[in-house]
């Protein structure tokens, strides 16, 4: 099977679908919640994050509403659609090989004598 | 300087580099909100006013290049453009053809186009797709996107209309009245942001309808019987109703089932 090239920084999409694919969010909370549950290793900034949720939004991948939360502050969340559930589904099998083929790699012969 | 004003001024940095107006405000609105909450998980971790705006400025990064990336990201597409060139083209092509008298169209496509289907008034129709996709590549573009989908469907109805009414005069009032309606339902919604306020006018104006056109053919009926001594005068009464009912309910009712849709979200919230 072959690895999408665009994998690596294709993966911040994959993240961001798979939080939405739990529930609705708005930016900010994503950038926490990733954090959260990465440990603090995905640091996503703010600056990266809002173009990428934009051109999901327009890929159809993901829709927004927005919500008044508290004193009226018109927040705009996120949901996540059938496309980019579909979308979700293909990134994490091209994950999947692409992290077997590396531990194959790593793991294989060749790896222990070094 | 005062501490807002910084906000401001970087969000005026980021707005210089989105070329498209139409997706500035939206845009800006949820950075905003984004540097505020930040800033606010800066304060309750214990920093000052002051310098949790500035860090709360600084994770955000650098606005051009925020910017930059949000502009990549807000561009009228292409397919909008080449929809409007078509759409031109069309209506153009149908304005000369039928100027010089010469039936271009019916040269090149001849009257039967599908499987022996005669389509009747072909060049008000293709005059009419062509308007519509111009009208409806300029709704996309520069119409805000919240209610950009509700303009369009609202075009498609008007359009549809006007050509049925070219082919069947008849059901011109009925689709003068579609048009009226759609138009109080959407800025009854627009106002209200509520569908089901919205469909109040579509509701009540059905029931208006359909009491107007109970009471003529009572009319017709009590006319009938004293004048003629006959009876009749409802056999039209089911088939009006029908036309009513879908060049009128139908739209309506897909249209808020959209907007609901949409919405559906925000409701369960």
Redesign the interface.
């Given at each position: 099977m072959t690895i999408d090239k665009s994998l690596l920084t294709g993966s911040t999409t994959m993240l961001i679908l798979k939080l939405l694919d739990e529930t609705?969010m708005?930016?900010?909370q994503m950038i926490?919640e990733l954090s959260k549950r990465s440990n603090n290793a995905f640091e996503l900034?703010?600056?990266?994050l809002?173009?990428?949720l934009?051109?999901l939004e327009?890929k159809n991948m993901l829709?927004s509403?927005?919500?008044t939360a508290d004193n009226a502050?018109?927040?705009?969340?996120y949901?996540i659609t059938t496309n980019g559930r579909k979308h979700l589904k293909e990134k994490k099998e091209g994950w999947k090989a692409y992290t077997t083929a590396i531990d194959d790699v790593l793991g294989g012969a060749g790896f222990g004598p070094a | 300087m005062d501490q807002p004003s910084k906000i401001t001024e970087y969000l005026e940095a980021v707005r210089q580099q989105i070329r498209w107006k139409k997706a500035q405000s939206p845009v800006l609105e949820e950075i905003n909100n984004h540097i505020i909450d930040q800033k606010n998980a800066f304060v309750i971790h214990g920093l000052s006013e002051e310098a949790a705006i500035d860090r709360a400025i600084a994770e955000m990064g650098d606005p051009i290049v925020v910017g930059g990336q949000l502009d990549r990201a807000h561009r009228p597409k292409l397919i909008d453009i080449g929809t409007i060139i078509l759409g031109i083209l069309l209506v153009l092509g149908i304005l000369g053809t039928r100027n010089s008298g010469t039936d271009l169209l019916r040269t090149i496509f001849g009257d039967q186009i599908v499987l022996g289907m005669v389509i009747p008034r072909l060049e008000e129709l293709v005059y009419l797709i062509g308007a519509s996709l111009i009208v409806f590549s300029l709704v996309a573009i520069f119409v805000p996107m919240k209610i950009s989908k509700a303009v369009i469907w609202c075009q498609g109805f008007i359009l549809t209309a006007i050509y049925l009414s070219e082919v069947f005069p008849r059901m011109r009032f009925v689709l003068l009245l579609v048009v009226v309606n759609v138009i109080s339902f959407l800025v009854v919604y627009r106002i209200s942001r509520s569908v089901k306020i919205g469909l109040v006018s579509t509701v009540t104006s059905f029931a208006g309808l359909f009491l107007f056109v109970v009471g003529t053919q009572i009319n017709c009926y009590m006319y009938n019987n004293g004048v003629n001594g006959s009876y009749g005068g409802f056999e039209n009464v089911p088939k009006a109703l029908a036309i009513i009912f879908i060049m009128y309910l139908v739209p309506q009712l897909l249209m808020a089932a959209l907007i609901s849709e949409k919405n559906s979200k925000e409701q369960i919230a």
């Open positions: 609705d708005y930016g900010y926490e900034k703010a600056g990266t809002y173009p990428l934009h051109t327009r829709i509403y927005e919500e502050r018109v927040r705009k969340y949901s | -």
